[in-house]
């Protein structure tokens, strides 16, 4: 009975070095893809687009790394998301929306930025005037509850509001998406 038990599959050994190196694989397939995953689809989808996104019938070059979202306002509002290598997470997100305001009459962005601050608690408002296009009137808002919002922007026609959140204000891309959101109109 004995060389009878040896011959079953619970008694044989296991090829450990080949479920060792097929489990490394594995994860690291499985991590790689993690970290990879973000760039992989914004690279996709530029190639896919040719780096444009679409938004009330208006087609809005992006630069390179940045990738149109879909949002649950749909048409009523542009999302773009950056990528960066090596980061699991998109942090950075431009949101473009029709600059209608719920307030009555039209609004300066140092306006709406100040009835904001008050809702929030702020007793004195410190935003920094930004010029990044001359159609478009811009503000840094620096509100503590709020750190990663780094840019806010109405066109001076008050037919747009702009915004650009993240971690690193990426000035140099949202200047380029407002002069691309302006020109194509």
Partial sequence: MSGEAKLRWWNRALPMKMIGVLLVTVVTAWVTYFYLEPTLRAWLWAFGHHSTATYQGLSVKVP????QEET??????????????????EFESIVISDG??????PQTVAERLQ???????HKDFRGTPMNLDPRFSCMAPHFDQVRDWQVSCLSIDNYWSANLYGPVPDVDSFKLVLQNMASSR
């Fill in 64 to 67: 390179w790394m940045w990738r």
């Fill in 72 to 89: 649950p306002a749909g048409q009523r509002q542009l999302r773009l998301v950056r990528a960066r290598l090596g980061e699991p997470v």
């Fill in 100 to 105: 209608e305001s719920t307030s009555p009459g």
């Fill in 115 to 121: 009835a904001l601050a008050e809702k929030l608690g």
